[in-house]
């Protein structure tokens, strides 16, 4: 071979073509509103989950972690934007993420402006920033495009860390100037607005990503893809499209830093880690790329599990394991990277195919009666 | 006059180390497109089996033939790593270039985690002969020891990879395969082994940086691989995918920028100038400056 | 048709598809124990995907099925380069020679562990290749790479060639060399030729298999196949008239 061929994920018939039975058939188009008004009325449940969480649901630290939940899964649909639908395999994501936080951080605390002028600003300056490292990155293609977005993402980390003009808090991170910030947002009696706040912006990013896949575009995205030659045939310009799916994903990302600024009180130079991005990955991969709910549901888990293994390390059924187990297990990404290498393996479709795949079990143990069914697909 | 001795031999001290750790990188993506985020993983195994075996290989030490012997353990253990790896993970996997990636990065965060499980996550000591502290009067330029040693030991593995790749039969068989692989099968010739091949000698040589890098810096921490990694990925795109010199010229180019830049502007601002070099050369000549197209 | 004795290579029900493409639906030919048998077509019939799936060389997004046997063995879903050793040579369309290596280097690569390699018998049809040793292939002409591709291949034995499209690009003296080789070289072993320079096929062709949206349309003997020239015309696109 003269020229590396990138595979991308192969396409997916999305759930929405395989018939069901017919009262679930009828029922399904309201899922989403339906698990978006579970989600909202949560905070008001005290129901304690004694080992998922530590307080009740509605206590701060349960509705912190949540918020950071949902604003991972909103992050990590949108990247899947790049990788699942378009088959872009960007490593520098986290760039524009970090350009979120550390952009609406500045502007409140170091610029002394109004949050909605300050998140405003960022969202913008992030997208145009997308735009632009973009039209650069997107002159390469498959494995070179990976490394050159991880470059440039390299010179986001090195920004935040030398601390160019004090801005950024360096090492230490820039703890958020809240008091000119609305009072709704501020205090831990009020952990429960920036949840909603975090849930509408996974909302958002859902919505804009379905409605872009389901769009034209959508489908010239989908065909660069499968295979970018096709679109060229067809005498369309890969480069522009892809242009557009990357500085829209960037946007996504951006306003979701800006959320997640509000919700952590500032900004830490972690977020600008190479990590981040791979972690992102790892989120969509795990969930299912290509797959409307999959990344949601990745990111979600993710970011709970990388949370709440930290606690299960120093837990005391851990403790008691002799130390070469307890001492892996106590890392949440020694745990998290062997799950996301086996998932690579045994299941590549993520999470969003575990009903496909469980589905000719449970057909069988259905149909077993009927033997006319046996067999048949549905 | 001293200062830019100085600041040109420290430069391609860290060159040398971009070189140990990109040449491999860049053999791996040439010939079976992998692009190996684990390599820094690599780079950690050896320096940490060589700290190891400096403190508890008998034989083994911080000085003179022991502090040898310690280097060739980190190496050998780094080499085994990296073929272990290629003939479990990667070879099953064989030409679904993504999944591999998405592996590497796995096995990047999980063995990166490891070794903090085992070690800790701060910075240790690293063991280091007597005279790597000392410096070197060279023009004036009072020159560390340690550079010294990571210029002449990166000198050594260009030179025997050039040897290798020109003059033995499985040398030929990478420099045809970066070409064209397929071709290579076409040939008769299994081209797996190639691979195997290609990832022993890219542990081996990201093994030794780990370990001369130690002896650099001092001290060894789980987190070293990865800020490498990303300059070293920067380095096998300038100089183009696949090519061993073209690593060499690349690596020095960024080595030499970064030293100086950070030196005479503000420290960081040469970090920025090696990325802005890195666009330049995509927009200018997107196949690096040897080397094949790194087109998709 | 005019093939005696048992056939060197039978393809039997070969469909290849390849990103969802169907490229291949069920192509069924022989491929006579002597002599060169043509493989012909319009463009994009799907001659090369045959001669690559035949070899072993279908992308991954590729899928293939059907039986290819040469003598008694099953050669598909066994990797290219033992089929290669077993005695199946390939040449590929565009030459494919390694642009970076020495014409000398290049042949060495083909040389085998076990066997002698025969370089009398290449120099012997490539005296060429002997003196331009030192040469990088990437600065030979088209002809001489082609010379080399071919070359390369012989430097062993084989039960079968498969020659894709050899005089793609060549000037015509260049052409006639090429196919003065093939003629030699099809003295002693079976050749499967895809070749669009009728031409050279009349020269060189004693069977032939023509493709027609990837099905087999007409498979017999080469010259009664050019003296059809309506037939010939609506298979392939040109009259048997036109010469390179």
């Known amino acids: 071979m003269t020229e590396s061929v990138v595979e991308v994920p192969p396409a997916r018939v999305p759930d929405e073509l395989t018939p069901h039975r017919r009262a679930w058939h009828g029922l399904r188009p309201y899922l989403p509103l339906l698990a978006l008004a579970v989600a909202a009325v949560l905070p008001y449940s005290t129901v304690r989950l004694p080992g998922i969480f530590e307080g009740p649901l509605n206590s701060p630290g349960t509705l912190q972690l949540l918020a950071v939940c949902l604003v991972f899964g909103g992050l990590a649909a949108g990247y899947d934007l790049l990788f699942g639908r378009t088959g872009m395999l960007s490593f520098g994501h986290a760039l524009y993420f970090a350009a979120g936080v550390y952009g609406t951080d500045i502007l409140i605390t170091r610029a002394g402006l109004p949050l909605w002028q300050a998140a405003l600003l960022t969202v913008t300056g992030g997208t145009i920033l997308a735009g632009l490292l973009g039209a650069v990155a997107l002159r390469t293609a498959g494995i070179a495009f990976a490394m050159v977005t991880l470059a440039f993402a390299q010179v986001g980390a090195i920004l935040v860390a030398r601390d160019f003009g004090g801005l950024t808090g360096g090492e230490e991170g820039l703890p958020l100037d809240v008091s000119g910030l609305p009072a709704g947002l501020v205090g831990v009696a009020n952990t429960v607005n920036l949840y909603w706040l975090a849930l509408a912006y996974l909302a958002l990013v859902v919505f804009v990503v379905h409605r872009v896949a389901g769009s034209p575009t959508g489908r010239v995205l989908a065909g660069l893809r499968d295979d970018e030659r096709r679109i060229g045939v067809l005498g369309l310009d890969p480069y522009r499209f892809k242009l557009v799916a990357f500085t829209l994903a960037g946007g996504l990302a951006a306003s979701g830093g800006a959320v997640y600024c509000l919700i952590v009180g500032g900004a830490s130079p972690h977020i600008t880690s190479s990590e981040l991005t791979l972690s992102l990955l790892v989120m969509v991969v795990l969930g299912g790329p290509g797959t409307r709910w999959g990344p949601v549901l990745g990111g979600i888990l993710y970011m709970y599990l990388d949370h709440r293994l930290t606690a299960f390390g120093t837990s005391d059924a851990v403790e008691a394991l002799p130390a070469f187990l307890s001492r892996p297990l106590s890392q949440p990404l020694f745990v998290l990277g062997t799950v996301f290498i086996l998932a690579v393996y045994f299941f590549p479709g993520g999470l969003a195919s575990l009903r496909s795949r469980l589905a000719p079990l449970v057909k069988a143990g259905r149909a077993e009666p009927e033997g006319s069914r046996v067999g048949r697909r549905w | 006059m001293n200062t830019v001795v100085l600041l040109a031999l420290t430069g391609l001290g860290l060159a040398a180390l971009y070189f140990l750790v990109a040449s491999g990188l860049s053999l791996v993506f040439g010939l079976a497109d992998v692009l190996n985020f684990a390599h820094g993983l690599f780079l950690g195994v050896g320096a940490y089996a060589t700290w190891w075996a400096a403190g508890n290989l008998p034989g083994a030490g911080a000085e003179g033939l022991g502090f040898v012997l310690a280097v060739a353990f980190g190496v050998a253990a780094g080499t085994l790593v990296a073929v272990l790896v290629e003939l479990v993970l990667i070879r099953p996997l064989y030409s679904r270039t993504i999944e591999q990636v998405l592996v590497t990065v796995g096995l990047s965060l999980a063995g990166v985690a490891l070794l903090q499980a085992t070690w800790g996550a701060d910075a240790r000591p690293f063991p280091r002969p007597e005279w790597t502290r000392r410096v070197t009067g060279i023009l004036g330029a009072q020159v560390p020891n340690g550079g010294l040693l990571l210029i002449g030991a990166a000198v050594l593995v260009l030179g025997g990879l050039l040897a290798f790749l020109h003059w033995t039969r499985y040398g030929l068989i990478i420099r045809a395969g970066v070409e064209n692989r397929e071709m290579v099968t076409a040939l008769g010739i299994d081209v797996r082994k190639a691979f195997t091949l290609v990832f022993a000698i890219g542990g081996a040589a990201a093994a030794l940086a780990g370990a001369l890098g130690g002896v650099y810096l001092g001290t060894v921490s789980p987190g070293q691989g990865g800020s490498l990694l990303i300059f070293a990925f920067i380095v096998v795109v300038i100089g183009g995918m696949g090519s061993v010199v073209g690593s060499a010229y690349a690596a020095v180019a960024v080595g030499l920028l970064q030293q100086f830049v950070n030196y005479y502007g503000a420290s960081g601002v040469g970090d920025l100038c090696v990325v802005a070099l890195l666009a330049v050369v995509l927009l200018l000549r997107p196949q690096g400056i040897a080397g094949k197209v790194a087109h998709a | ?244």
């Not at chain 3, 894709?164 to 072993?189: F, H, I, M, Q, Y």
């Open chain 3, 1 to 244: 048709m005019s093939a005696t004795g048992e056939p060197v290579l039978t393809v039997a029900d070969l469909s290849v598809r390849i990103a969802g493409l169907h490229i291949l639906q069920g192509v069924s030919f022989t491929v006579a124990p002597t002599g060169v048998t043509v493989l012909l077509g319009r463009n994009g019939v799907g001659k090369t995907t045959t001669l690559r799936a035949i070899v072993g060389l279908t992308p991954r997004n590729g899928e293939v099925r059907g039986t290819v046997r040469m003598g008694a063995q099953t050669l598909l879903a066994r990797p290219t380069h033992r089929l290669v050793r077993d005695g199946l040579g390939y040449v590929p369309e565009d030459r494919c020679v390694f642009a970076g290596l020495t014409v000398a280097e290049n042949l060495r690569l083909a040389e085998r562990r076990g066997t002698t390699p025969a370089y009398d018998r290449v120099f012997a049809l490539f005296p060429e290749l002997d003196r331009r040793g030192r040469q990088r292939a990437g600065s030979l002409s088209g002809g001489q790479q082609q010379m080399l591709a071919i070359g390369r291949v012989l430097l062993n034995d084989n039960r079968l060639l498969l020659v894709d499209e050899p005089t793609k690009g060549l000037a015509p003296k260049v052409v006639t060399e090429v196919a003065e080789v093939l003629e030699r070289v099809a003295e002693s072993v079976p050749v499967l030729l895809v070749e669009q320079n009728l031409a050279v096929v009349r020269r060189l062709a004693r069977d032939a298999v023509v493709l027609s949206a990837g099905r087999v349309a007409w498979h017999g003997n080469a010259h009664e196949l050019l003296l059809e020239t309506a037939l010939t015309k609506s298979l392939l696109g040109v009259g048997p008239e036109v010469r390179a």
